[in-house]
């Protein structure tokens, strides 16, 4: 109910039946609630597929997936899902544990290095006791090499064979756990 003297004051004054914009405005939220509420049983009881092929279910997914995205996984991804340093780009159709809607699942459920038993891992071992700075630099070369189609360096080439073949493959596709190609 208004304050008195305050009616009129930011849509507080009561019109026809005791109305106001703050009555109309809960009686929306209610309804807004028993909706989302429907939804979310629905999600509950429906595989992603089922999801998927559901236009109205899926369309609710999508925009709570949008905020979720951006309250838990916009800080390392980017807002628009670009990726930063250290982070992948989230945008292109190349993904580390696969893009399909139950990869992404799977690896948003079980994270990466994290302690569940179906966790995902992908970490590279640091390199700077075994070779020289001048040795990484011209490891890194021979991978950028890779995807620029430049000149190899011979000696790159060479370390890579000796130490990254056996994780990234001889011709550097490597499985999904260790392609060199996720990370250019």
Same mark, same amino acid.
């Given at each position: 109910?208004?304050?008195?003297?305050?009616?009129?004051?930011?849509?507080?004054s009561l019109g026809n039946s005791?109305?106001?914009?703050?009555?109309?405005?809960?009686?929306?939220?209610?309804?807004?609630?028993?909706?989302k509420k429907a939804y979310l049983?629905?999600?509950?009881?429906?595989?992603?597929?089922?999801?998927?092929?559901?236009?109205?279910?899926?369309?609710?997914?999508?925009?709570? !997936?949008?905020?979720?995205?951006?309250?838990? %996984? *916009?800080? #390392? /991804? $980017?807002?628009?899902?670009? +990726? @930063?340093?250290?982070?992948?780009?989230?945008?292109?159709?190349?993904?580390?544990?696969?893009?399909?809607?139950?990869?992404?699942?799977?690896?948003?459920?079980?994270?990466?290095?994290?302690?569940?038993?179906?966790?995902?891992?992908?970490?590279?071992?640091?390199?700077?006791?075994?070779?020289?700075?001048?040795?990484?630099?011209?490891?890194?070369a021979y991978v950028h090499s890779?995807?620029?189609?430049?000149?190899?360096?011979?000696? !790159?080439?060479?370390?890579?064979?000796?130490? %990254? *073949?056996? #994780? /990234? $493959?001889?011709?550097?596709? +490597? @499985?999904?756990?260790?392609?060199?190609?996720?990370?250019?």
């Open positions: 109910r208004p304050i008195h003297g305050l009616e009129g004051f930011r849509g507080g005791d109305w106001t914009q703050y009555s109309q405005l809960k009686e929306q939220q209610a309804e807004i609630m028993v909706r049983e629905q999600i509950r009881e429906n595989s992603l597929k089922q999801i998927e092929n559901n236009p109205e279910l899926y369309a609710f997914a999508v925009a709570g !997936g949008k905020t979720a995205f951006k309250d838990n %996984c *916009a800080t #390392c /991804h $980017g807002t628009g899902g670009a +990726g @930063g340093a250290g982070y992948p780009n989230l945008n292109d159709d190349d993904w580390l544990w696969g893009g399909s809607v139950d990869a992404i699942y799977e690896t948003i459920k079980y994270g990466i290095r994290g302690s569940h038993d179906d966790t995902r891992f992908a970490q590279m071992p640091a390199f700077a006791q075994m070779l020289s700075k001048e040795q990484i630099q011209s490891v890194a890779l995807s620029e189609f430049g000149e190899s360096p011979q000696e !790159g080439a060479a370390l890579y064979q000796e130490h %990254c *073949a056996s #994780c /990234h $493959g001889v011709d550097a596709k +490597g @499985g999904r756990e260790f392609s060199i190609s996720k990370i250019w």
